[in-house]
């Protein structure tokens, strides 16, 4: 079992910046595929951004060039700095790690409001 416990959500004004982490409790490097998703009120959960095992990455739309996915094996964390944050960008997000197993974290709340 792979426990998954994100951090760094809160309160920002539009325009501003905040850093997730998310911190594995065993090794990542085995999971080929660590993600964000986010779930907004009323809505369906979403995928954010995704990065592989070799670093490769990909992100949604509407998310591109404003949010960044990392991973640190080392550390077995995984990151997603968000800048010019958006109203829209409003929701939980949650960690995600597939690849022996499939596993997800608890949420953090981001809220993006003046």
């Known amino acids: 079992q792979l426990q998954l416990v994100e951090s760094g959500g809160g309160l920002v004004q539009p325009g501003g910046s905040l850093r997730l982490s998310c911190a594995a409790s065993g090794s990542i490097f085995r999971f080929n595929y660590m993600a964000w998703y986010r779930q907004a009120p009323g809505k369906e959960r979403e995928l954010v951004a995704a990065?592989?095992?070799?670093?490769?990455?990909n992100y949604a739309d509407s998310v591109k060039g404003r949010f960044t996915i990392s991973r640190d094996n080392a550390k077995n964390t995984v990151y997603l700095q968000m800048n010019s944050l958006k109203p829209e960008d409003t929701a939980v997000y949650y960690c995600?790690?597939?690849?022996?197993?499939?596993?997800w974290g608890q949420g953090t709340q981001v809220t993006v409001s003046s």
């Open positions: 995600n790690a597939d690849g022996v197993g499939n596993y």
């Open positions: 990065i592989t095992s070799g670093s490769d990455t």
